[in-house]
């Protein structure tokens, strides 16, 4: 961290920005504190600024079309990852083609890291069609076997774990530290057990504990943006919480999302 505030303070090369930037981010990936947070941002805004120095146009707003498509990318490459961390490092060939095309739409939005991750799940191994069985000999005829009913939707209290989601999150925050989605999962029982849309639908009802009324207009932030990715980056599924929410995040979703962790820190230290 060191290193990137001189790199930033002398006004060094892109080139060498970056390369401390992508470190701190390694380093802090477990979640990091206000003032890294701050740090962070700091050598992004000084990133773009070198950018706009070069002669770099302004880049315009992405289309809806666009948004949806990168939306669809980073969903995507957020369970394709956990997938892989589970074990299992293949990807249906559905998902290759949804993962493609949305690539294709959302080019001119994907960062580096997203089209080198895009590119290595193109060639990741696929699942494989079941092999054709055997054919067998004609058996005696059976009666018909009458199909199960579709099991129901298995219910679950969701506003009992949003509550204890909350209890985490504003811990969290009160230490000035972030929460990667699988820690919170573990730490809050069965959370962990829902699908993603299950999981949204708890994360949706999230509200922050009532606090006194502060005399100065604080500006909104969703306690849930403190939720982030194993390598402490802003979780996919934020953008889908701030959208429901009525957020809508700018292009440059990553520095908001900066800006929203660190004014929850700010605002549960204050006492």
């Known amino acids: 961290m060191a290193a990137l505030e001189q790199a930033v303070n002398d006004g060094r090369s892109r080139t060498e920005i970056r390369r401390w930037l992508n470190r701190a981010e390694e380093v802090t990936h477990g979640g990091a504190t206000a003032e890294e947070n701050g740090l962070i941002r700091a050598a992004v805004d000084a990133l773009l600024r070198l950018e706009r120095a070069v002669g770099l146009p302004t880049p315009r707003e992405p289309t809806f079309q666009e948004r949806k498509a990168l939306q669809k ?125 299950d999981q949204e639908q708890v994360l949706r009802r999230v509200k922050p504990t009532a606090r006194p009324r502060s005399p100065k207009p604080q500006r909104p932030a969703l306690l849930t943006a403190l939720i982030t990715t194993e390598a402490g980056t802003m979780h996919p599924i934020y953008w889908r919480l701030a959208d429901h929410a009525g957020h809508r995040l700018p292009q440059h979703a990553d520095s908001a999302w900066t800006d929203t962790v660190k004014i929850l820190h700010d605002r549960y230290r204050t006492p």
Do not use: N, Y
């Open 73 to 197: 990318v980073q969903r995507l490459l957020g369970d394709l990852a956990e997938r892989k961390r589970l074990g299992f490092p293949i990807i249906t060939p559905a998902q290759r083609r949804q993962l493609a095309q949305a690539a294709e739409q959302a080019s001119a939005w994907l960062t580096d890291t997203q089209r080198s991750q895009v590119q290595a799940w193109q060639t990741a191994p696929t699942e494989s069609a079941p092999a054709p069985r055997a054919p067998q000999s004609p058996a005696r005829p059976r009666a018909p076997r009458v199909p199960p009913a579709a099991p129901h939707s298995v219910r679950f209290d969701a506003a009992g774990l949003a509550d204890a989601v909350r209890d985490v999150l504003e811990h969290a925050a009160r230490l000035g530290k972030t929460v990667p989605l699988a820690d919170l999962c573990a730490q809050v029982k069965g959370l962990g057990d829902l699908p993603e849309s």
